[in-house]
């Protein structure tokens, strides 16, 4: 699918406006404790005009075919590209916590490690995380490394998704 980019986006954007639309696809993950698991994503990423992006992910498990059968997880937030090609991005998840990442745009490909991670009482103990976005040859593939349960940072979560 064809991408444009609208005459209402503001010039901040510019950097991570490959990212504005709906992805779909699959990822894969694994963890200590866990057993490793497939999932099926949507990730939409839109703007109002705004200097931001608004970002919604949403995963789940799928059949056999790759139907969706149940929701995983979501999260929910905003995507603040700056000047001086960094980018600051707020997310939250419905298990209880909230991230402040931080990162680096370098042409398609955007870095990002946590400054803070805020937890309620019941969520998870989730300490750090790291993440890489990169557009390769058109499609979105990312990563997520995360410490958690006492554990160092480690591998966690990877996808690869379509523009739908």
Sequence with gaps: MAFEITQDLHPDLMPIAWMIGRW????????????????????DFAHNGGNYLHYL??????????KAV???????????PQPDGTIEVVL???????????????GAQIELSTDAVVRTATAEDYAAGQRLYGNV????LWTLDKAANGLPLQSHLWARLVRG
């Design 24 to 43: 779909e696809g699959s990822g894969k993950g694994t963890y200590p404790g866990t057993d490793d698991f497939d999932f099926g994503q949507q990730v």
């Design 57 to 66: 992910s949403q995963t789940f498990e799928t059949d056999d075919a790759g």
């Design 70 to 80: 149940r929701p995983l997880s979501m999260e929910t937030g905003f995507w603040r």
């Design 92 to 106: 939250s998840h419905p298990e209880g916590y909230t991230e402040i990442w931080y990162g680096k745009i370098n």
């Design 137 to 140: 040859e058109g499609e979105m």
